[in-house]
């Protein structure tokens, strides 16, 4: 990835800042920390609309135009119990039509939020309930939708968080959300690149300003010999971030990737990767001085930038590493294994996009030429097929076991996401791989060839689609239909 960065993410922070600099202050935003529990049997209403963030700098004057559930980015912390029933009403008071995706759960379909799947929009000044359990603890997210690639960029999004029934203690649980935004000079977003058909054919929208829970390098205050854990979310249009949380400060593992728990935690030995739509839990021991500040940099341009500080309080002395073990999550415990002798077999061959082979594809029910396609804004195919959502991938029994053998025939990674299921990797470029964990959301990268195996146990229509949203809407979409 190529970015003219001056300092951060490719935007000149000196420009942007000038002729703010008067109202600049130190003013340590503290990180969304998750607090009291709203997980009760009552109705809430979320509310989507225009708000506005301190995307730029918690102390200064620029506040950016977003949208936003209850209209602020993130959206509202929901945090429930394992087995807990959400009940959630969305008001629409956007000027566009939209819907909330509940990324991750294996949820009534009915309740996806896919609008053209499973659901019609929701028109502004309209209302659509959304009421349904949650099987599995974790860290999950919610999002809208409908005209996602704009959406989400405008800030349509948030966390869901899931506690286990026997949650590990720690003394602090936060959040980490992390996106990029592209803004003009003036912090406000840059809503006339929307739709541009360079992003659409390469990596998508990528930003060139970088948050932590919505704000800039957001400062996390911690006390030395303090257990935390952190549980990041990538919410990013296109973005693979590179988190790179080690440091002789702490010492930190790995629990859980997309919410599941890995059977044993991992101490991180490089910085962590996170695609589009995906989470990583981690848990982290801190030792450091009294005092002291600890940057977490982002890797992925290649030029680190910290994006967020762990600032250690004054007090309290240096404490060495807490003596408790690091146990594993509780399992999830309800994922058969795959049979994968006897699973039927799909293959999912994506072509395409930018210095790709694709010569034309099926749009519309006819074969279109890659110049009508263009036109068509419909520049990435899976099996042949751009977009269309009128014949699913598969027809499938309930409980039928399936592995889809991806085909990655393009030059760009693809961030592949299976909704109301979980799956496992068995096979990366024709390698049998096993105990890979239950994910999502999983990278196949350019000319790669990944095979994942799942029980299809959730009937209805589900959505497969690249995570890189401008890749969705041109053309990376297809479903799975599971018969009940
Ligand atoms: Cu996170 Cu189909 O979405
Ligand atoms: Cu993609």
Same mark, same amino acid.
């Given at each position: ?11 000149? &922070?000196?420009?942007?800042? #000038?002729g ?7 003013v ?30 918690a ?19 929901? #945090?429930y ?5 959400v &009940?959630?009403r ?11 995706h509940?990324?991750?759960v ?38 809208? /939708?409908?005209?996602?690639?704009e ?5 349509l ?14 003394d602090q ?14 912090g ?20 060139n300003?970088?948050?932590v ?12 010999g ?5 549980r =990041?979310?990538?919410?990013?249009n ?11 400060a ?26 589009? %739509? ?47 073990r ?15 002798a ?17 010569s034309?594809?099926? /749009? ?6 890659? %110049? ?9 195919a ?6 269309? =959502? ?7 029994? &309930?409980?039928e ?19 109301g /299921? ?13 105990g890979?964990?239950? &994910?999502d ?6 000319m ?12 209805g ?5 690249? /995570?890189?949203l401008?890749?969705?809407a ?11």
């Amino acid at each position: 990835m190529n970015l003219h960065s001056v300092s951060r993410m490719g935007m000149n &922070r000196r420009h942007i800042l #000038r002729g703010l600099m008067a109202t600049a202050a130190v003013v340590s935003l503290p990180p969304q920390s998750i607090a009291a529990t709203s997980g009760t049997d009552q109705w809430r209403t979320i509310t989507a609309k225009p708000g506005d963030a301190r995307l730029l700098d918690a102390a200064q004057s620029v506040r950016t135009k977003i949208w936003g559930y209850d209209g602020s980015v993130p959206g509202p912390l929901l #945090r429930y119990r394992q087995g807990d029933t959400v &009940r959630v009403r969305l008001e629409n008071q956007l000027p566009d039509p939209t819907s909330i995706h509940w990324h991750g759960v294996a949820i009534d379909n009915r309740m996806d939020g896919v609008v053209g799947l499973t659901q019609a929009a929701v028109g502004p000044g309209e209302q659509f309930d959304y009421e349904f359990t949650l099987p599995d603890p974790g860290t999950f997210w919610y999002h809208t /939708h409908n005209q996602s690639w704009e959406q989400m960029a405008r800030g349509l999004y948030g966390v869901l968080v899931v506690d286990e029934r026997d949650a590990p203690a720690v003394d602090q649980d936060l959040l980490f959300v992390i996106d990029d935004w592209r803004l003009r000079q003036d912090g406000q977003i840059d809503t006339g690149s929307f739709g541009n058909m360079h992003d659409w054919a390469h990596a998508g929208r990528l930003g060139n300003w970088l948050t932590v829970n919505g704000a800039d390098r957001p400062q996390i205050s911690v006390k030395s010999g303090e257990r935390i854990r952190l549980r =990041l979310v990538n919410t990013a249009n296109a973005r693979i971030f590179r988190l790179d949380l080690r440091s002789p400060a702490h010492a930190a593992s790995m629990i859980a990737v997309d919410g599941f728990p890995l059977a044993l935690p991992q101490e991180l030995q490089e910085a962590i990767e996170l695609a589009p %739509g995906q989470r990583v839990d981690v848990i982290l021991d801190m030792t450091g001085d009294p005092g002291g500040r600890v940057a977490i940099r982002e890797t992925s341009t290649g030029k680190p930038v910290d994006c967020a500080h762990f600032v250690y309080d004054k007090t309290g002395g240096k404490k060495p590493r807490t003596n408790r073990r690091i146990a594993a999550l509780p399992t999830w415990g309800n994922h058969a294994p795959v049979d994968i002798a006897a699973a039927r077999e799909i293959d999912l061959h994506m072509t395409g996009g930018a210095m790709g082979m694709m010569s034309g594809a099926m /749009h519309r029910g006819r074969m279109m030429p890659m %110049g009508d396609l263009v036109d068509a804004r419909k520049v990435w195919a899976f099996n042949g097929v751009a977009g269309d =959502l009128d014949r699913p991938l598969a027809q499938l029994r &309930r409980n039928e076991h399936i592995l889809i053998n991806i085909k990655n025939d393009t030059r760009w990674p693809h961030a592949m996401h299976l909704h109301g /299921h979980h799956f496992q990797v068995v096979r990366r470029n024709g390698t049998p791989v096993s105990g890979t964990p239950w &994910r999502d959301t999983e990278l196949v990268r350019p000319m790669e060839q990944v095979t994942l195996g799942l029980v299809a146990d959730n009937p209805g229509k589900w959505l497969f689609h690249c /995570h890189m949203l401008e890749h969705q809407a041109g053309g990376m979409k297809t479903w799975i239909d599971v018969r009940a």
